[in-house]
T-cell receptor, first 114, second 109 residues
Framework: GAGVSQSPSNKVTEKGKDVELRCDPI?????LYWYRQSLGQGLEFLIY????????KSGLPSDRFSAERTGGSVSTLTIQRTQQEDSAVYLC????????????FGSGTQLSVL | DAKTTQPNSMESNEEEPVHLPCNHS???????IHWYRQLPSQGPEYVIH???SNVNNRMASLAIAEDRKSSTLILHRATLRDAAVYYC??????????FGEGTQLTVNP
């Protein structure tokens, strides 16, 4: 595709429910990143994929958060038993490779946990 | 990660040049200096990056001090669409981007 695509653009869920957020990177980009941004805050790194493997998961805030990437393309970020503090914009980015110097970001998924 | 220091906010007038400063006194030899910007309700957007030499592209220029302990992002003619948060980030090849608080740029008509 022309850019990084994320879906859904908005997600409202109830506390305790599980949610899945999807990211379609730019075709041919092997590196994929997940970030989140709480209201009025900076971007917080969550996880980095190179191909299907995740060499850096250090930013995942708890074991309720997990992510996978299949076929070296689409990635899914799953949040189990959502809490109100999980409310944020979840941003995905991709780049050509691990040394790729330009990250291309999607528009994000706005997650609201009621 | 080596840290960067940026002013919290800056103001400019439309069609005037803007110089956004960034200090990075603990930069290492393998750190590239990256600039991204984030417009309201959008994901960050790559602006420019460099290692030692000054860089120019269609969006901006990056001036890097000779000792590399500071740099300046230059927007040659600010427009209202340039109003955004500008992030200065040090990154080694293959590492992730670590965002700080950035500089909120306001452009006055």
């Amino acid at each position: 595709g022309a850019g990084v695509s994320q879906s859904p653009s908005n997600k409202v869920t109830e506390k305790g429910k599980d949610v899945e957020l999807r990211c379609d990177p730019i075709s041919g980009h092997t590196a994929l990143y997940w970030y989140r941004q709480s209201l009025g805050q900076g971007l917080e790194f969550l996880i980095y994929f190179q191909g299907n493997s995740a060499p850096d998961k250090s930013g995942l805030p708890s074991d309720r958060f997990s992510a996978e990437r299949t076929g070296g393309s689409v990635s899914t970020l799953t949040i189990q038993r959502t809490q109100q503090e999980d409310s944020a914009v979840y941003l995905c980015a991709s780049s050509l490779g691990p040394g790729g110097e330009k990250l291309f970001f999607g528009s994000g998924t706005q997650l609201s946990v009621l | 990660d080596a840290k960067t220091t940026q002013p919290n906010s800056m103001e400019s007038n439309e069609e005037e040049p803007v110089h956004l400063p960034c200090n990075h006194s603990t930069i290492s030899g393998t750190d590239y200096i990256h600039w991204y910007r984030q417009l309201p309700s959008q994901g960050p957007e790559y602006v420019i990056h460099g290692l030692t030499s000054n860089v120019n592209n269609r969006m901006a220029s990056l001036a890097i001090a000779e000792d590399r302990k500071s740099s300046t992002l230059i927007l040659h003619r600010a427009t209202l669409r340039d109003a955004a948060v500008y992030y200065c980030i040090l990154k080694t090849s293959g590492s992730r981007l670590t965002f700080g608080e950035g500089t909120q740029l306001t452009v006055n008509p």
